[in-house]
């Protein structure tokens, strides 16, 4: 897949400024959109939108839905411009903190503008277009919304501590509990169906503006999660359906005992015996929120590092291999343009390479990686990269291009980037070095956190 030449910004929809303590899909997006126009930019990315919890670390790599959307970033200023809120619904809101975000304080104040709301929402009809969403998204929607029933139901118990019928699964158990939590169930749908129509709002006055969203998958999803409990047999988990492995990767220089995520790991030959319906799913889901979609630790298609439950590094762990080429053939008989690109970062073996290159994803590189003592192979480096590539200063998951120049690089790095400058720079200066840099690369697209 070939992209125009083009460059744009990743901010995650909760780091834009709001009064209510996390940015969401209101006003602020929009303005933040037109900086994108004005300044030229044609790509916004974001992280993952899947629900995030206080339980969870709020991370939107750890989701309790893999197709869900976060009502956090429901807009509280769009609800009162659609009728559903008043203005003085509002006027209650505490004072959050500048600059960072208060999650527990933040997520409390939105539930209780969010229960206003539902209770003036619960007895009107909510018409031909939410009953079409429902329809529509069906195939995940009515687990999920069941799964967060039962979980309030019983205090927030993970669904392998439920009552075995409910963990199970059983239909009479169903039904009954859909019977009995028949309120949150139509409230769940409804949220989700909110947090939809303010989302594809705002994509589409991006995309009227030419600006592309990239979204982001994460390959792993939560144990606890709807997903596991509906497909159970799409991961390892013992016969009492906890996990039997755990995901992680292996020591290296950076990590003597590997890291240990704690997710389960796929049971690939049973996606493969089910024709991947719930990976096709998933990307299809992606696909219809964003116009390309970020594949996170994309590596994993190939192979994953499987640690045993119960070891509490990753050191024990060993490689599974499991190409994946069957899957991509299934997605690119239905999309025969995939909008994906590959998170190949760490360490990559020429298997996964040769993959992407087979199926001409977009890589990533990134600028902070480039100027070791290998400067000369380094494929971060500008020299190396090749055309079909998103390059990048950093990333998420780095220090920003002051910190990194600060702080982590160093003296022989510094050195090895101002030869490559061709002059000195500074920790106040080097941000734009790296997005000058960045925006020379032979890279199609430039991205600038």
């Known amino acids: 897949m070939r992209l125009a030449r083009c460059s744009g910004i990743l901010l995650h929809v909760t780091s834009l400024p709001s009064r209510y303590g996390v940015g969401d899909l209101g006003p602020a997006a929009y303005r933040f959109a037109d900086f994108l126009r004005d300044s030229r930019q044609s790509r916004w990315q974001i992280l993952p939108l899947n629900p995030t919890s206080l339980t969870m670390g709020n991370s939107p790599y750890s989701s309790d839905s893999a197709f869900a959307g976060d009502p956090l970033v429901i807009s509280p200023e769009l609800l009162v411009e659609d009728g559903v809120l008043d203005r003085a619904d509002l006027a209650d809101a505490p004072t959050f903190p500048d600059g960072r975000i208060d999650y527990k304080t933040a997520r409390t104040w939105r539930n209780g503008v969010f229960a206003v709301a539902w209770s003036r929402l619960l007895n009107i009809d909510h018409g031909d277009e939410f009953d079409a969403f429902c329809d529509e998204n069906r195939f995940w929607l009515d687990d999920y919304a069941l799964f967060l029933a039962i979980k309030r139901q019983l ?201 992407i290159a087979r199926y001409d994803l977009p890589c990533m590189k990134v600028l902070q990686f480039g100027f070791d003592s290998q400067i000369g192979y380094n494929e971060h480096a500008p020299h190396n990269h090749p055309r079909n590539a998103f390059v990048y200063t950093g990333t998420h998951d780095n220090n920003t291009a002051r910190g990194w120049f600060e702080r982590d690089a160093d003296k022989y790095t510094k050195r090895r980037l101002a030869s490559y400058l061709g002059h000195a720079t500074s920790g106040r200066r080097v941000s734009w070095d790296l997005i000058r840099l960045a925006m020379s690369s032979v890279a199609d697209t430039a991205i600038f956190p």
């Open 155 to 355: 205090g927030g118990k993970p669904w392998n501590q439920w009552p075995r019928d409910l963990r199970d699964r059983k239909p009479a158990a169903l039904r009954r509990i859909a019977r009995e939590q028949a309120e949150t169930v139509l409230q769940v749908r409804l949220f989700q169906y909110l947090f939809s129509r303010q989302w594809q709002a705002l994509r589409r006055y991006c995309n009227e503006h030419l600006i592309q969203i990239v979204g982001d998958v994460p390959y792993y999803v939560a144990y606890d999660s709807a997903d596991v409990w509906a497909h159970p047999h799409l991961w390892k988990l013992d016969r009492n359906k906890r996990p039997a492995f755990q995901a992680g990767t292996p020591p290296d220089y950076f990590a003597a005992d590997g890291q240990l995520w704690g997710m389960p790991v796929y049971d690939w030959p049973a996606s493969e015996r089910s024709d991947y319906q719930w990976w096709v799913q998933r990307i299809e889901q992606n696909l219809r929120l964003y116009d390309l979609v970020r594949v996170d630790h994309f590596r994993g298609f190939l192979g994953t590092w499987q640690v045993p439950a119960g070891q509490k590094t990753a050191r024990k762990g060993r490689w599974e291999l499991h190409p994946q080429d069957a899957l991509m053939r299934r997605l690119l008989r239905r999309r025969p343009y995939l909008q994906i690109l590959a998170e190949d970062l760490g360490e990559i073996t020429d298997d996964v390479r040769q993959f």
